[in-house]
Each structure stands twice: as C-alpha cells, then as structure tokens.
C-alpha cells in the first residue's frame, strides 16, 4: 500500500489549497480514505474521511464548512480542498487509508481508524 500526499506549501490566511493522495498497491474501491493533520507540538486529528461503499463523507464537527473530501476511483486520488484557511490550520496533512467493511459508512471508517498512512504533505499559513 502506498500513499502520497500533495499540494502542500505556503499560503496566506483566507486562501485555499487543495491536496491530493495518490494511492497505489492496492485495490483502491476497496478502502476509506481519511485525511488527517499533525501541527507541532500538538497530536494527529482527524480532518475528513470518505466512504469506499456508499460515497458518504465524514468531518468532525471542528472542520465542518472549511475542507471538503473527495475521490475519483478512476485516478484512485483522494483530494481535500481546504478553503478560507486559518494560521492554525499550519500542520502536516496525512491521508490514510482502512479497508472498508461491506456497508460502512465514512463515519464508521473514521471512527475505526486508518491502516495505512502517507509520509505528509506541510501546509503553511501565513498571516
């Protein structure tokens, strides 16, 4: 399994970036797709997840309205765009990948965790 995460780089507060995960290695309609961030100092959370069964996707509450996941099986790339951002958005953005169970939901694929992850991509937000 691999992921690549890209798309990240410098901004200014209120602009917006939209990443990209390039899976490979395996069968990419067969997995979830989360997108997560680690800024220093501080620990992972999670940002976005999107289903591999039934297309929902899933953002804790904090990140409603600011960051939007999508996929496109036939390019097997996860995007998340990422709108009006803030300085504390600054972070390393991962994506991860879980192998989704028949039915489940993004909600439940966020909530049972990733497999396999990236090596990041640095967002930076400038005031």
């Known amino acids: 399994v691999q992921l690549a995460e890209s798309g990240g780089g410098l901004v200014q507060a209120g602009g917006s970036l939209r990443l990209s995960c390039a899976a490979s290695g395996f069968v990419f309609d067969h997995y979830a797709i989360g997108w997560y961030r680690q800024a220093p100092g501080k620990e992972r959370e999670g940002v976005a997840c999107?289903?591999?069964?039934?297309?929902?996707?899933y953002y804790p509450e904090s990140m409603k309205g600011q960051f939007t996941i999508s996929r496109d099986n036939a390019k097997t790339t996860v995007f998340l765009q990422m709108n009006n951002l803030k300085v504390d958005d600054t972070a390393v953005y991962y994506c991860?990948?879980?192998?989704?169970?028949?039915?489940?939901?993004?909600?439940?694929?966020?909530?049972?965790?990733?497999?396999?992850w990236g090596k990041g991509t640095l967002v930076t937000v400038s005031s």
């Open positions: 991860g990948a879980r192998e989704g169970l028949a039915h489940w939901t993004a909600a439940q694929s966020f909530n049972a965790g990733m497999d396999y």
């Open positions: 999107i289903s591999n069964t039934d297309g929902s996707t």
